[in-house]
Protein backbone atom coordinates (compact mmCIF):
# COMPACT_ATOMS: atom_id res chain seq x y z
CA UNK A 1 0.00 0.00 0.00
CA UNK A 2 3.02 2.64 0.91
CA UNK A 3 4.45 1.95 -2.44
CA UNK A 4 1.47 2.74 -4.15
CA UNK A 5 0.80 5.57 -2.63
CA UNK A 6 3.96 7.07 -3.03
CA UNK A 7 3.96 5.91 -6.96
CA UNK A 8 0.54 7.60 -7.33
CA UNK A 9 1.70 11.23 -4.98
CA UNK A 10 5.11 11.10 -7.19
CA UNK A 11 2.46 11.06 -10.98
CA UNK A 12 0.50 13.28 -9.45
CA UNK A 13 3.47 16.00 -8.47
CA UNK A 14 5.32 15.12 -11.63
CA UNK A 15 2.94 14.95 -14.17
CA UNK A 16 0.12 17.57 -12.63
CA UNK A 17 1.48 19.80 -9.62
CA UNK A 18 4.84 20.86 -11.69
CA UNK A 19 2.62 22.25 -14.61
CA UNK A 20 1.26 25.13 -11.97
CA UNK A 21 4.03 24.72 -9.00
CA UNK A 22 7.76 24.96 -9.26
CA UNK A 23 10.31 25.89 -6.89
CA UNK A 24 9.22 29.22 -4.86
CA UNK A 25 11.84 32.05 -5.06
CA UNK A 26 14.68 32.11 -2.97
CA UNK A 27 14.06 35.11 -0.49
CA UNK A 28 17.49 37.07 0.22
CA UNK A 29 20.14 35.54 2.40
CA UNK A 30 18.16 32.15 1.70
CA UNK A 31 19.37 28.89 -0.20
CA UNK A 32 17.53 26.12 -0.91
CA UNK A 33 18.78 22.34 -0.08
CA UNK A 34 17.43 18.80 -0.88
CA UNK A 35 18.95 16.43 1.09
CA UNK A 36 18.76 12.80 -0.41
CA UNK A 37 19.49 9.61 1.37
CA UNK A 38 21.18 6.08 -0.07
CA UNK A 39 22.35 3.30 1.32
CA UNK A 40 23.74 1.01 -1.37
CA UNK A 41 24.59 0.90 -5.11
CA UNK A 42 23.85 -2.23 -6.77
CA UNK A 43 24.41 -3.69 -10.50
CA UNK A 44 21.58 -4.52 -12.27
CA UNK A 45 23.17 -8.12 -11.77
CA UNK A 46 23.12 -7.61 -8.25
CA UNK A 47 19.59 -7.31 -7.90
CA UNK A 48 18.68 -10.64 -8.31
CA UNK A 49 21.15 -11.92 -5.65
CA UNK A 50 19.23 -13.27 -2.12
CA UNK A 51 20.33 -10.45 -0.26
CA UNK A 52 18.70 -7.81 1.71
CA UNK A 53 18.49 -4.97 -1.11
CA UNK A 54 17.39 -1.42 0.81
CA UNK A 55 15.71 0.51 -1.50
CA UNK A 56 17.43 -1.28 -5.03
CA UNK A 57 19.28 1.71 -6.08
CA UNK A 58 21.73 0.77 -8.81
CA UNK A 59 24.39 2.45 -10.19
CA UNK A 60 22.53 3.20 -13.38
CA UNK A 61 19.76 4.68 -11.72
CA UNK A 62 22.18 6.83 -9.00
CA UNK A 63 24.00 8.13 -12.27
CA UNK A 64 20.86 9.35 -14.21
CA UNK A 65 19.67 11.11 -10.38
CA UNK A 66 23.05 12.95 -10.07
CA UNK A 67 22.96 13.73 -13.79
CA UNK A 68 19.07 14.74 -13.65
CA UNK A 69 20.01 17.08 -10.45
CA UNK A 70 22.63 18.94 -11.98
CA UNK A 71 20.51 19.46 -15.34
CA UNK A 72 17.64 21.24 -13.14
CA UNK A 73 20.51 23.61 -11.90
CA UNK A 74 21.30 22.30 -8.65
CA UNK A 75 24.84 22.28 -7.65
CA UNK A 76 25.63 19.71 -4.53
CA UNK A 77 26.88 20.90 -1.02
CA UNK A 78 27.79 19.23 1.88
CA UNK A 79 27.20 19.92 5.58
CA UNK A 80 30.36 21.40 6.27
CA UNK A 81 29.68 23.81 3.21
CA UNK A 82 26.43 24.64 4.65
CA UNK A 83 27.75 25.19 8.30
CA UNK A 84 30.08 28.08 6.43
CA UNK A 85 26.99 29.58 4.47
CA UNK A 86 27.86 28.24 1.40
CA UNK A 87 24.53 27.57 0.90
CA UNK A 88 22.84 30.93 0.16
CA UNK A 89 21.79 32.04 -2.97
CA UNK A 90 21.89 28.75 -4.08
CA UNK A 91 19.71 25.32 -5.26
CA UNK A 92 21.69 22.54 -3.92
CA UNK A 93 21.07 19.07 -3.38
CA UNK A 94 22.88 17.49 -0.73
CA UNK A 95 23.81 13.50 -1.58
CA UNK A 96 24.01 11.26 1.34
CA UNK A 97 24.66 8.01 1.83
CA UNK A 98 24.04 5.97 5.11
CA UNK A 99 26.13 2.74 6.72
CA UNK A 100 29.19 2.17 4.76
CA UNK A 101 28.81 -0.38 2.89
CA UNK A 102 31.54 -1.73 0.31
CA UNK A 103 29.45 -0.75 -2.68
CA UNK A 104 29.52 2.65 -1.92
CA UNK A 105 32.63 3.49 -3.59
CA UNK A 106 31.02 3.00 -6.76
CA UNK A 107 29.83 6.06 -6.58
CA UNK A 108 32.87 8.19 -6.83
CA UNK A 109 33.51 7.73 -10.45
CA UNK A 110 29.77 8.97 -10.98
CA UNK A 111 30.89 12.30 -8.83
CA UNK A 112 33.66 12.60 -10.56
CA UNK A 113 31.62 12.55 -14.12
CA UNK A 114 29.16 15.07 -12.66
CA UNK A 115 31.73 17.34 -10.69
CA UNK A 116 29.70 16.62 -7.54
CA UNK A 117 30.07 15.82 -3.84
CA UNK A 118 28.56 13.32 -1.55
CA UNK A 119 28.48 12.79 2.10
CA UNK A 120 28.86 9.23 3.71
CA UNK A 121 27.63 8.91 7.44
CA UNK A 122 29.61 5.74 8.45
CA UNK A 123 29.42 3.18 11.69
CA UNK A 124 33.00 2.62 12.16
CA UNK A 125 32.70 -0.78 14.30
CA UNK A 126 31.64 -2.67 11.09
CA UNK A 127 34.35 -1.36 9.22
CA UNK A 128 37.17 -1.69 11.59
CA UNK A 129 35.30 -5.25 12.83
CA UNK A 130 34.33 -6.54 9.43
CA UNK A 131 31.26 -7.84 9.80
CA UNK A 132 27.61 -7.87 8.47
CA UNK A 133 25.15 -5.36 9.79
CA UNK A 134 22.71 -7.15 12.11
CA UNK A 135 20.06 -6.80 9.13
CA UNK A 136 21.79 -8.42 6.60
CA UNK A 137 22.89 -10.87 9.41
CA UNK A 138 18.97 -11.48 9.90
CA UNK A 139 18.60 -11.60 6.00
CA UNK A 140 20.89 -14.36 5.61
CA UNK A 141 19.24 -16.61 8.28
CA UNK A 142 15.55 -16.02 5.97
CA UNK A 143 14.39 -13.67 8.59
CA UNK A 144 12.58 -10.44 6.72
CA UNK A 145 10.83 -8.69 9.58
CA UNK A 146 13.50 -7.02 11.43
CA UNK A 147 10.99 -5.32 14.16
CA UNK A 148 11.98 -7.40 17.09
CA UNK A 149 15.44 -5.83 16.87
CA UNK A 150 14.71 -2.37 15.20
CA UNK A 151 15.27 -0.62 19.11
CA UNK A 152 17.21 -2.99 20.68
CA UNK A 153 21.08 -1.50 21.68
CA UNK A 154 23.49 -3.14 19.41
CA UNK A 155 25.45 -5.30 21.93
CA UNK A 156 22.33 -7.17 22.95
CA UNK A 157 21.02 -7.62 19.34
CA UNK A 158 24.35 -9.05 18.69
CA UNK A 159 24.20 -11.27 21.32
CA UNK A 160 20.54 -12.41 20.31
CA UNK A 161 21.33 -13.25 16.89
CA UNK A 162 24.38 -15.11 17.47
CA UNK A 163 22.81 -17.20 20.32
CA UNK A 164 20.48 -17.98 17.41
CA UNK A 165 22.72 -18.25 14.42
CA UNK A 166 26.37 -18.87 15.12
CA UNK A 167 28.40 -17.08 13.02
CA UNK A 168 25.41 -14.96 11.20
CA UNK A 169 27.91 -11.66 11.36
CA UNK A 170 30.35 -13.01 8.97
CA UNK A 171 30.24 -11.84 5.65
CA UNK A 172 29.36 -14.35 2.75
CA UNK A 173 31.17 -12.69 0.36
CA UNK A 174 31.27 -9.53 -1.90
CA UNK A 175 27.44 -8.36 -1.39
CA UNK A 176 26.79 -8.02 2.07
CA UNK A 177 29.92 -6.69 3.74
CA UNK A 178 30.87 -3.05 4.87
CA UNK A 179 33.85 -1.54 3.24
CA UNK A 180 36.80 -2.55 4.24
CA UNK A 181 39.39 -0.18 6.41
CA UNK A 182 41.27 0.51 3.23
CA UNK A 183 38.41 1.00 1.39
CA UNK A 184 37.02 3.19 4.03
CA UNK A 185 40.33 5.33 3.59
CA UNK A 186 40.20 5.32 -0.18
CA UNK A 187 36.60 6.72 -0.08
CA UNK A 188 37.81 9.48 2.58
CA UNK A 189 40.88 10.63 0.02
CA UNK A 190 38.57 12.12 -1.86
CA UNK A 191 37.64 15.26 -2.66
CA UNK A 192 34.11 14.98 -3.63
CA UNK A 193 33.50 13.07 -0.41
CA UNK A 194 32.98 14.48 3.46
CA UNK A 195 32.55 11.33 6.65
CA UNK A 196 30.00 11.96 8.85
CA UNK A 197 29.04 10.19 11.80
CA UNK A 198 26.29 7.02 11.99
CA UNK A 199 27.06 5.97 15.65
CA UNK A 200 29.56 3.68 16.63
CA UNK A 201 27.55 0.23 15.98
CA UNK A 202 24.46 1.59 14.05
CA UNK A 203 22.16 1.39 16.88
CA UNK A 204 19.26 3.61 17.38
CA UNK A 205 20.54 6.21 20.06
CA UNK A 206 16.29 8.01 20.52
CA UNK A 207 15.70 6.70 24.43
CA UNK A 208 19.41 5.51 25.23
CA UNK A 209 20.80 6.55 28.01
CA UNK A 210 23.01 10.03 28.06
CA UNK A 211 25.83 7.30 28.95
CA UNK A 212 25.36 5.47 26.00
CA UNK A 213 24.79 8.01 23.57
CA UNK A 214 27.96 9.57 24.56
CA UNK A 215 29.96 6.38 23.81
CA UNK A 216 28.83 6.09 20.70
CA UNK A 217 30.21 9.33 20.10
CA UNK A 218 33.18 9.47 21.45
CA UNK A 219 33.74 5.48 20.16
CA UNK A 220 33.14 7.15 16.58
CA UNK A 221 35.08 10.13 17.51
CA UNK A 222 38.46 8.39 18.25
CA UNK A 223 38.47 6.20 15.08
CA UNK A 224 38.19 9.13 13.06
CA UNK A 225 40.10 11.45 14.59
CA UNK A 226 42.65 8.16 14.41
CA UNK A 227 42.35 7.71 10.97
CA UNK A 228 41.14 10.87 9.44
CA UNK A 229 42.57 13.44 11.87
CA UNK A 230 38.99 15.18 12.78
CA UNK A 231 36.21 14.63 13.89
CA UNK A 232 32.72 15.23 11.76
CA UNK A 233 30.40 17.77 12.91
CA UNK A 234 27.72 16.05 11.27
CA UNK A 235 25.64 13.01 12.06
CA UNK A 236 22.37 11.05 10.35
CA UNK A 237 20.84 9.69 13.14
CA UNK A 238 20.86 5.44 12.98
CA UNK A 239 16.97 4.56 11.34
CA UNK A 240 16.30 8.03 11.14
CA UNK A 241 15.07 8.75 14.93
CA UNK A 242 15.92 11.45 16.85
CA UNK A 243 14.17 13.02 20.08
CA UNK A 244 14.77 16.89 21.58
CA UNK A 245 17.09 15.21 24.11
CA UNK A 246 19.01 12.78 21.40
CA UNK A 247 19.71 16.53 19.65
CA UNK A 248 21.04 18.41 23.02
CA UNK A 249 23.47 15.51 23.98
CA UNK A 250 24.81 15.31 19.97
CA UNK A 251 25.06 19.28 20.24
CA UNK A 252 26.90 19.08 23.67
CA UNK A 253 29.45 16.13 21.45
CA UNK A 254 30.08 18.69 18.90
CA UNK A 255 28.19 17.89 16.55
CA UNK A 256 26.27 20.71 14.41
CA UNK A 257 24.34 19.23 11.74
CA UNK A 258 21.69 16.04 11.97
CA UNK A 259 20.21 14.10 9.07
CA UNK A 260 16.90 12.55 9.89
CA UNK A 261 14.54 10.98 7.49
CA UNK A 262 12.09 12.92 7.47
CA UNK A 263 10.90 13.72 4.45
CA UNK A 264 11.04 17.57 2.81
CA UNK A 265 13.92 20.08 1.17
CA UNK A 266 14.99 22.59 3.02
CA UNK A 267 15.04 26.26 3.10
CA UNK A 268 18.24 27.94 5.10
CA UNK A 269 18.99 31.48 5.89
CA UNK A 270 22.58 32.52 6.26
CA UNK A 271 22.85 31.47 10.19
CA UNK A 272 20.17 29.19 10.71
CA UNK A 273 20.85 28.14 13.97
CA UNK A 274 22.27 24.74 15.15
CA UNK A 275 18.62 23.50 16.31
CA UNK A 276 17.55 24.17 13.20
CA UNK A 277 20.24 22.47 10.92
CA UNK A 278 20.34 19.17 13.41
CA UNK A 279 17.04 18.27 12.30
CA UNK A 280 17.30 18.67 8.52
CA UNK A 281 14.78 16.29 6.48
CA UNK A 282 15.48 14.18 3.95
CA UNK A 283 13.95 12.13 0.89
CA UNK A 284 14.93 8.58 0.30
CA UNK A 285 15.04 7.65 -3.68
CA UNK A 286 14.23 4.21 -4.53
CA UNK A 287 15.10 2.43 -7.14
CA UNK A 288 11.42 0.37 -7.07
CA UNK A 289 9.95 3.11 -8.79
CA UNK A 290 10.38 6.31 -11.66
CA UNK A 291 13.06 8.24 -10.80
CA UNK A 292 11.63 12.05 -12.26
CA UNK A 293 8.78 11.93 -10.49
CA UNK A 294 10.94 11.15 -7.01
CA UNK A 295 13.00 13.97 -7.44
CA UNK A 296 9.52 16.49 -8.83
CA UNK A 297 7.94 15.27 -5.65
CA UNK A 298 11.42 16.35 -3.78
CA UNK A 299 11.87 19.66 -5.89
CA UNK A 300 8.25 21.17 -5.91
CA UNK A 301 6.44 23.77 -3.61
CA UNK A 302 3.67 22.92 -3.06
CA UNK A 303 4.07 19.05 -3.70
CA UNK A 304 1.10 16.26 -2.91
CA UNK A 305 3.49 13.86 -1.65
CA UNK A 306 5.36 16.54 1.07
CA UNK A 307 1.26 17.66 1.91
CA UNK A 308 0.50 14.06 2.66
CA UNK A 309 3.59 12.75 4.63
CA UNK A 310 2.40 16.41 6.63
CA UNK A 311 -0.64 15.44 7.57
CA UNK A 312 0.25 12.06 8.69
CA UNK A 313 2.66 13.60 11.10
CA UNK A 314 0.04 16.29 12.57
CA UNK A 315 -1.90 12.95 13.18
CA UNK A 316 -0.30 11.19 14.82
Known sequence: MKEQVNRVCEFLDHHVTRRFAGPAPLKEDEGEVLPFLFHRLFTDEELDENIYLHERVTVTLFDRFVGHCRALGYGFITPSEVLRGQHVGKRSVMITFDDGYADNLRALPILERHDAKATFFLSPAHISGHRRFWWDALHAQGVRSFSEYQEMPFGEARS???????????????????????????????????????????????????????????????????????????????????????????????????????????????NPGVERLMRLGRVMVSGTRPLLPQVSAATLQPSVKRGLYDLKRALR
Open 160 to 270: SIEGRWPGAFQPAGELDRAMSLDEFMTLAASDRVEIGHHSFNHTVLAGRSREYVVAEIEQANAFFQHHLGFKPEAIAYPNGVYTDTLVDLCVEQGLRVGLTCDFRSERLSR
